[in-house]
């Protein structure tokens, strides 16, 4: 199965599966047709996303029949089936002609001036449905988990009203810890955490919802936002352009 679905996530039919779910989730726009570039940056933009797993789950749901071919080849491997090479002088078979026709090259591929707007509103989705715990490094007194999309442009503390909101990406316990604490007398691992928070912070109240668009990135740090914020400190293509530019940056430097 898993050597199955390796070779099924290089297909243009799982490609073209990624692209209907993530136009019924929202994530891509119903215009985005496809033509003549590789649609693999933006498959790859949904890994690790349930856009990429319902994709693979109505693969093989609904386009493949995986255990009837685990079984014809296991046939064909105890030499029940026999194979027979055909002379087709260069022609498709009946059979292979019905698959091309059905399946195009096309779904592979997407027109270049559409491939900008493609990949920028795949990072627009996925940065806005992002949840982080915000933190008041003001007052100390307020926490609370957050999704992205429902921030204010200008958010503030309810508590204070500081505009010093350190975004964290952790779990709600590790957060209130500092607040239980007011950020003083912290161990370790909380002294590391408050420095997020403190850095993020400074992020977010010179910037306001931008910086926490962009904080919620995968793997990125509060320097590489601080960079992307100067170049473009508005919520606009260019902003989501960056930030899957630095994205790209962190991802090659983890591999290399």
Request: hydrophobic content about 40%; glycine content about 6%.
């Amino acid at each position: 199965k898993d050597m199955l679905t390796k070779s099924t996530v290089k297909t243009g039919l799982f490609k073209r599966r990624v692209i209907h779910v993530a136009r019924r989730f929202g994530a891509l726009k119903k215009w985005a047709d496809f033509s003549n570039v590789s649609l693999q940056k933006v498959v790859t933009s949904f890994e690790g996303t349930p856009i990429y797993e319902e994709g693979l789950k109505e693969v093989f749901s609904k386009d493949l029949d995986a255990d009837n071919l685990v079984h014809v080849l296991k046939m064909i491997h105890d030499g029940e089936v026999e194979l027979q090479a055909v002379e087709t002088c260069g022609y498709a078979t009946p059979v292979a002609r019905v698959g091309i026709e059905r399946v195009s090259m096309k779904t592979d591929l997407i027109p270049p001036e559409r491939m900008r707007a493609v990949l920028v509103e795949s990072a627009k989705a996925r940065l806005l449905n992002e949840t982080g715990n915000f933190i008041c490094t003001n007052c100390w007194s307020y926490s609370e988990m957050i999704r992205i999309n429902d921030l204010p442009d200008k958010p503030k503390c309810p508590r204070c009203g500081s505009n010093s909101l350190g975004l964290l990406k952790v779990e709600e316990e590790r957060a209130l810890s500092l607040v239980d604490k007011k950020g003083e007398k912290l161990v370790k691992s909380e002294e590391k955490l408050r420095g997020f928070a403190v850095e993020t912070a400074e992020l977010t109240a010179r910037y306001g919802k931008p910086a926490a668009v962009g904080l919620s990135a995968r793997k990125v740090t509060s320097k590489d936002i601080a960079s992307v914020l100067q170049k473009e400190p508005k919520l606009t293509d260019k902003f989501y352009e960056l930030v899957l530019e630095v994205e790209r940056k962190t991802l090659s430097k983890r591999f290399s």
